[in-house]
């Protein structure tokens, strides 16, 4: 199995976008990117802009060889409803429309589900199913919540299974409740990649989530036959990341798993660039931001 992930936080942009090729199938999970539109009172750096037009770029040339691509929720680093010719002909995975879900998010299902149904080639709405292509099983879980609350709606984790076992936890916020860790625990992957804790956000996001988060993690690298352990997306806007999550490093060591960012995970720099924010403003305050294909998802 081969896993490549193609745009994150600790790559520069608000993203989780992975592509995962087996001997069966090529599986692109949440093909978006995005930026914070504003962070400590600053819109988006041209350096921000700039690395968002690459990783487009990018995900959209996995798109184009890709036969499977799946939709885990309907927020806008995760999927593009500006660009549904990414999804022709292909068989499209999406988390149901109607069914635990948010208001916001089943207005943007509905826009976007309305702008691919008729040029896919099979449309499947994943919440708790599972299917296989050839020796390729993938799984994908009930719908959880997205962090500690029903407040922003529900996503799907996703499951694939090979020889070796993946799993893209989506938007968990940690895993920071029971049942979002429960399908991580029975699945027992090899490799995960996890949605860490809103820790930039502690006064929404909470100590007591906080803690469940580090406590679901030790878990986690306890319980399952882990490698490594990606953690990025929303906790790699904190610069005190690692400060936070101390103790599961230390049970890692002992354990003898990696832990890493997605950037650390595909050989690159860690470059937390939308917490860096303020640094890239004072290093280079003149520099203009150019035109982005993406701008109306920045506003």
């Not at 008729?118 to 599972?130: A, F, H, M, Q, T």
């Not at 029971?178 to 820790?199: A, M, R, V």
């Not at 878990?219 to 904190?238: G, M, Q, S, T």
Request: hydrophobic residues 35%; proline residues 5%; contains cysteine.
């Amino acid at each position: 199995m081969k896993i490549e992930i193609i745009a994150s936080d600790s790559m520069g942009t608000r993203s989780m976008a992975t592509y995962v090729e087996t001997k069966d199938c090529k599986i692109l999970i949440d093909p978006g990117v995005s930026l914070a539109p504003i962070r400590y009172g600053l819109k988006p750096h041209a350096i921000e802009i700039k690395r968002l037009n690459r990783h487009w770029k990018k995900i959209k040339e996995h798109a184009r060889k890709s036969n499977i691509l799946i939709v885990t929720h309907y927020h806008y680093d995760h999927h593009n409803p500006l660009e549904p010719n990414l999804y022709k002909g292909k068989i499209v995975f999406l988390k149901h429309p109607k069914k635990n879900i948010n208001k916001s998010q089943k207005k943007r299902a509905k826009f976007f589900i309305d702008e691919i149904e008729k040029i896919v080639k099979k449309l499947e709405y994943s919440d708790g199913g599972e299917w296989k292509f050839g020796t390729t099983l993938l799984r994908f879980s009930d719908a959880v919540t997205h962090g500690p609350s029903e407040k922003l709606g529900f996503v799907t984790e996703v499951m694939v299974k090979e020889k070796s076992t993946f799993i893209h936890t989506s938007d968990v916020e940690g895993p920071c409740n029971e049942k979002q860790t429960k399908f991580i625990l029975e699945n027992k992957p090899n490799t995960i990649f996890i949605d860490g804790p809103l820790s930039y956000m502690m006064y929404r996001y909470g100590t007591r989530a906080m803690s469940a988060s580090v406590k679901n993690m030790i878990r986690i690298i306890e319980n399952c036959p882990l490698k490594e352990l990606i953690i990025d997306h929303h906790f790699l806007r904190d610069l005190k990341w690692k400060e936070r999550i101390n103790k599961v490093f230390k049970f890692a060591e002992k354990k003898q798993t990696k832990i890493l960012t997605a950037a650390e995970f595909n050989g690159l720099k860690t470059e937390m660039l939308e917490a860096l924010r303020k640094e890239l403003y004072k290093k280079w305050p003149k520099e203009k931001a150019p035109s982005t294909p993406l701008k109306e998802l920045l506003e």
